[in-house]
């Protein structure tokens, strides 16, 4: 917590860490995203959570009382979690940030059942080419042969109350999971023996079905991202935006617009933008910024609400004229009292690599 004398006025300040899911077709990715949710919102009734563009924001607060004992709010200072709402590695290879990843925390979601998998191995291979941290959601536990379900419980607790037989079950995969992950070259173990995130990934049983282990899931985040990432987080919240295209589109009423994840400083109406595209970069002015509509006022045909500033991180549609050439996963930098030219060789020069990046996946 930051001292409250409103006459120092600190300009950096902690942002939301941004938080991608990864893992292989069925393996419960959408799953595990839509109960974080809902349980966020069932938690703390409306607000619990924020509805950005392509992105839902869960504050510190409502992380806790999902957690219940496992994350105390008074051993934190990040303000919560970022999650991107569109799993998999398409987005995530698309989303990056000066030639990194977009997302500062993976969450690679594996099915205990049926273990490593094609695209576990495709997303594994881009979290270490990235070198995102990331931890491993062993997912499905409640489909382990005996499963005694307890409603959204610490993965702990829950393992407690099955059968010898049940856990014996569980661990076989869980550790058949581990021994996966080590052939690849990750030295991996159950997050409650991990002494050092950094060095060792952190495998939390769960199910994104009854949400057994999810508020283990939460406190691992959490912590690693106090942890080990502080510095990142650490933005100047006055400053020019910086953020990336998740996705261009054609909106009735606005023409084009890009849907951007900012994950530094603020963007605000009337800001000039260059925004990276396909010939050279462009630059323009943001003629409106466009958030969800909170579903309680979703009355008019419109579903975006007009908001003058937002700051990083968030998810936001920018509405400017001379988008048509944007490109998803290009770089977006505010003006504002900087060079136009010096804004201009930043973007070009992110956008080279981004090519280079592409250039390698294909
Ligand atoms: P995605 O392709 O990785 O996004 O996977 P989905 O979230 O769409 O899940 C695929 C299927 O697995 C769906 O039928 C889900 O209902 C089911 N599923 C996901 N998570 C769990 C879980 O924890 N337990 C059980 N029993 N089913 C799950």
């Given amino acids: 917590m930051s001292d409250t004398d409103s006459d120092t006025h600190d300009p950096s300040a902690l942002r ?12 419960g990715k959408t799953s595990l995203l839509d109960k974080v949710r809902g349980s966020a919102v069932i938690e703390g009734e409306a607000g619990a959570i924020t509805q950005h563009i392509g992105a839902t924001a869960v504050p510190l607060d409502i ?13 934190f200072d990040l303000p919560g979690l970022l999650f991107i709402d569109t799993p998999g590695h398409h987005s995530f290879t698309t989303l990056r ?16 059942n049926d273990g490593f998998q094609p695209q576990t191995l495709e997303a594994l291979d881009i979290l270490k080419r990235s070198q995102t941290p990331f931890i491993v959601a062993a997912n499905k536990i409640d489909t382990v042969p005996g499963w005694n379900p307890q409603e959204d419980a610490p993965i702990t607790q829950t393992y407690e109350s099955q059968s010898e ?50 508020p283990d899931l939460l406190a691992v985040m959490m912590g690693l991202s106090q942890r080990y990432m502080k510095e990142e987080m650490e933005i100047d919240v006055a400053g020019p935006g910086v953020g990336t295209v998740l996705e261009v589109k054609e909106e009735k009423g606005f023409g084009t617009t890009i849907d951007t994840v900012l994950y530094d400083g603020t963007v605000k109406k009337d800001d000039t933008i260059v925004v990276g595209g396909l010939n050279e970069p462009i630059v323009t002015d943001v003629r409106a910024l466009l958030q969800p ?15 003058d500033e937002v700051g990083a991180a968030a998810g936001i549609k920018i509405a400017a004229p001379d988008l048509e050439d944007a490109m998803a996963g290009a770089p977006v930098r505010v003006v504002r009292n900087r060079n136009l030219d010096d804004v201009i060789a930043e973007v070009q020069a992110e956008l080279a690599d981004v090519a280079v990046d592409t250039a390698e996946d294909g």
Avoid at 16 to 27: C, F, K
């Fill in 165 to 214: 037989r049940t856990r014996q079950r569980l661990d076989e995969n869980l550790y058949k999971i581990i021994g996966n992950l080590s052939d690849e070259g990750f030295s991996a173990d159950l997050y409650w023996r991990v002494q050092n995130f950094q060095r060792n990934v952190g495998v939390v049983p769960v199910s994104a079905m009854t949400g057994e282990g999810v």
């Fill in 63 to 75: 992380i806790s009382s999902m957690a219940g004992e496992l994350v105390n709010p008074d051993d």
């Fill in 16 to 27: 939301t860490p941004i938080v991608a899911v990864l893992g292989h077709v069925d393996h």
């Fill in 97 to 112: 940030s000066r030639g990194g990843a977009l997302a500062d925390i993976a969450i690679l979601v594996v099915d205990v």
């Fill in 293 to 307: 509509r909170p579903l309680a006022e979703i009355r008019t045909e419109n579903r975006f609400e007009n908001v």
